[in-house]
């Protein structure tokens, strides 16, 4: 299987010649996060959701020129499935921009991608509990801790979310950066773009109730609710307590293991 007949023709790009507040509107109208810049339809560059999220709301002369990134990886539309898979796994990322050797561009391919294909196959993995690829070290926030905070957690762990528990530790949420993005929160001390700053507490934008699963829930399970609901990451509860979390990153390597 090639990744042409999986990846997304139709995925969201932004010009080179646009601001960075436009690109930043198209972040949290698509929930994206990556997109791929275009220039004559060539691929020029990459922005990611966290970088254009730490820009200050107050530089409204930022072009998307002036902050373009350069793609840790490109794919081709002839690579192998897993091939391509590995090579995102081993860069931390879960979208690649897909080009021919014009450096015309032609989609993205991402974690999601692979997993919606794998989930369909008679693979051994799709019967694992995940109890075995579940991340158990586990970051949290408390429900009352400022936005603030949660950002800098954000950007030292490079995670795009993290489970809310309560002062007892009682599971009842989760806060992401489409959270944040949705809410009109940027940069490290999160100016808002729609209203003044009133010192927001993790219980005003997370989202509730949490999504999770049993340790003993089989791959292919816990791979379905992440696609069919476009989440990226289930939190694992065993007899309601927190125990783990895991991601299309856990899933993608748990198909590559056999």
Do not use: C
């Not at 019967?127 to 950002?151: A, C, G, H, L, N």
């Not at 949420?173 to 010192?199: M, N, V, W």
């Amino acid at each position: 299987m090639k990744i042409a007949d999986l990846m997304d023709r139709k995925y969201p790009t932004v010009r080179l010649d646009v601001s960075a507040a436009y690109a930043r509107t198209m972040f949290r109208k698509f929930g994206v996060r990556v997109l791929p810049v275009i220039s004559n339809e060539r691929l020029v560059g990459i922005l990611s959701r966290i970088n254009i999220m730490n820009i200050t709301a107050t530089r409204s002369d930022l072009m998307v020129s002036d902050i373009v990134e350069t793609p840790l990886v490109t794919l081709y539309p002839d690579e192998d499935l897993f091939n391509a898979t590995k090579k995102l796994l081993e860069i931390d990322e879960w979208y690649a921009p897909v080009i021919n050797d014009k450096q015309i561009y032609l989609g993205v391919y991402g974690l999601e991608h692979f997993i919606g294909y794998m989930i369909n196959q008679d693979h051994p993995a799709n019967f694992q509990e995940i109890e075995k690829y579940m991340t158990r070290e586990i970051e949290v926030v408390y429900v009352d801790d400022p936005i603030s905070k949660v950002w800098r957690k954000m950007l030292t762990f490079r995670y795009a979310g993290f489970p809310v528990v309560t002062s007892k530790n009682k599971l009842i949420g989760i806060i992401t950066q489409i959270d944040l993005l949705k809410h009109g929160f940027t940069r490290l001390h999160l100016e808002s773009e729609s209203a003044p700053r009133r010192g927001p507490k993790v219980r005003d934008i997370m989202s509730t109730p949490p999504i999770t699963v049993s340790p003993k829930t089989i791959v292919k399970d816990a791979a379905k609710t992440m696609i069919d609901r476009n989440i990226g990451r289930l939190l694992v509860v065993d007899n309601k307590e927190l125990v783990g979390i895991i991601d299309r990153d856990d899933i993608s390597r748990a198909y590559l293991m056999f």
